[in-house]
């Protein structure tokens, strides 16, 4: 049977406008980055035709010597990489890894203490929307009013108060180191586990920029689609006590047969994060991050917590402008083709549908080979759409000038 002859333009033309997209606006959304061409091989490789249910060496259909290698492959690099005795590369997704780990390790009902969503958590680490706020006893630690950091003096207050049988560190929307040291003797004190989601700093932490949490905590999930620049998945490492019962959790217990052909591709990115020029890429990040956040500080935003540590910065607009709305910046900004994310900001008094807030983020930028210099242009070129976000000849001159400023940094030239 010939393959259809025909050419599906319908499809492929709406992924040639979406190139178009990302080579000529600004991508500022702090969980995105650029893949590789080699990731994306992977991803679109024959690997994707095959059922392999189980773990290597034991599927539970044949024909899986090679997707054997690869998955293998996949979990040695990532050990090796982080440091990790034991590695499931199967999560579908970062929300996957996370459900993993709860159903591997917690039963329904059971005590857990996450980040408060509007505080810059996960819908996954207790959302009464998400399964995980559904099926057990999440309860919300915060950021301290004065200097918008993780409470921590709140944290063993609640542990010890609350008898959690796990503590889940780890955001969405933190621009501060988490080291998890102090986490870790929180844990020890209430005999609590600890999870670590290192979804967005995963790529920070391989590259040498921020702290590692593995060997501090128990468990450590991440998702290999942000800083760490791979496909779209998640990782869970663990200690050798917990391995047996998460891959029991990932499979059977959560998901079917896994995405071999991401998986392929989460080894070919974790190859690349452990090149010594991955460091300078992770370093990079943050540098351009710190340059990014001077620049809108001086243009009279607040930067939440007062700057950055690691890939993001939240700003909050209301000192600029007290009317301007996130949802208004967003879409002006998309308008002049710099696309990021309104974003709540602690303790907002607007909805999470309106906010009063931004995220911005340099992982994308960075990827594309800007510097501190072009973080600078970033910086004027959102304060002058923030000033007019109406104006549509403004919006028009911004556009243009996002264009040129893209033009010499294409990532899919
Ligand atoms: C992005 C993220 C996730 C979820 O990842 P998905 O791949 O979108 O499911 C989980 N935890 C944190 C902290 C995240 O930032």
Redesign the pocket.
Known sequence: MPWPTEQDTEVFEIIEREETRQNTGLQLIA?ENFTSPAVMAATGSVLTNKYSEGYPGKRYYGGNEYVDESEDLARRRVCELFGATHANVQP???????LGVYLALLQPGDTVLGLSLDHG?????GSPVNVSGRFYNFISYGLTASDERMDLEQLRDLAVRQKPKMIVA????YSRTIDPQPIREICDEVDALFMF????IAGLIAGGAHPNPVGVADIV???T??TLRGP???CILSTEEHAAAIDKAIFPGLQGGPLEHVIAAKAVAFKEASHPSFSDYAAQVVSNARALADSLGGHGFRLVSGGTDNHLMLIDLRPFNSELTGKEAQVALDRAGITLNKNTIPDDPRSPFVTSGLRIGTPSVTTQGMKEQEMARIGDLIARVLADPTDDAILGEARRDVAELCGGFEPYA
Not at 92 to 98: E, I
Not at 121 to 125: F, K, V, Y
Not at 197 to 200: T, V
């Open positions: 969980s579908h997704s970062g929300a996957n890894a996370n958590g996960h819908l996954t680490h780890g955001a969405t929307a989601d290192a979804a967005h999930t991440f998702t689609h942000k779209r998945g998640g």
